[in-house]
């Protein structure tokens, strides 16, 4: 694994995507009026839930992060689902400066080998690995990830059974996080209050809830609990992201995609060059110009990942 990207950032250079190849699609994914355009550029917004290494977006990653830096993204967190997963992320961090790389076991995952052994569905084959072995392949590698992620618990996909399996080897990511100081980047689909739980039950101190889907109440709790939460490019049509970004602290909000997943219209493939648009309809909400928005959300990044512009 390369260097630890954390402790010596490297600015990001526009000529690094000179060569990249041209997408198949046709015309960009994010929005006409993108931060590019204000002088926030120059400061430069975040992506922290990002997954570039879905075969959705692989293929043609270099034309995705030169979007991405068109509409004045200065930092991505790619984050890894599984062994092979964290694997390619951290190919690809080594590979392009945009990239920070987060390892994780995705919560479905997790459990996947015992879910396909009880007959269930799911769109993804398990992997030639126990859940032990995967958590020791985060341990391993730990120095080189910016942060721990995506992990967590799932209750939508995941059948109660295998619950208390699944908090196991959460617990045990959440620990090597606290001890090896690294922030946590957290799924907690329909486990929401659970999840909180065990953070603070652990005496977690650094973490992001992605999407967070629970109510506006809980996430306010989640906030209280001094953890951080991130909004996706579909808060417009959304109107609980829109009362979180309407009332959370703004120094705990964050910006994220989940791509290719939540695009801002409805049948897209997300990218991260999408995080324009909630910064955009943050400054909206908010009567904030972009300039003091991206400060703010910048400035939340820096404090809860500790990495440079
Ligand atoms: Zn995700």
Known sequence: MGRCRVSSPVPIRPALFESAAQCERTGPCYPARSLKESAAAAMGIHDVHAHLTHPLLREHSDAVLDRAAKAGLSRIISNGLNPEDNA???ALARRNQLVLPAFGLYPVDAVLPEMLAMGMEYPREAGAWTGEEAVQWVNKHCDDAVAIG?????GYWVPEELWDRQEQ?????VQLAIDRDKPIIIHSRKRERRCLEILEEMGTRRANFH???GKVKLARRVAEAGFYLSI?????????FTRMLETLPRSQLLL???CPYLAPQRGEDNEPGNVAVTADYAAELWDED?????????????????VEP
Request: net charge negative; aromatic share 12%; with cysteine.
């Open 232 to 240: 996706p490019a579909n808060a417009r049509r959304s109107q609980s």
């Open 150 to 154: 995506e992990i967590g618990l799932d």
């Open 256 to 258: 994220e995609t989940d």
């Open 169 to 173: 080897l959460f617990r045990s990511l």
């Open 290 to 306: 972009s300039d003091a928005v991206v400060r703010q959300l910048e400035e939340n990044f820096f404090r809860l990942f500790r």
């Open 88 to 90: 390619a992320v951290a």
């Open 211 to 213: 999407c967070f889907g």
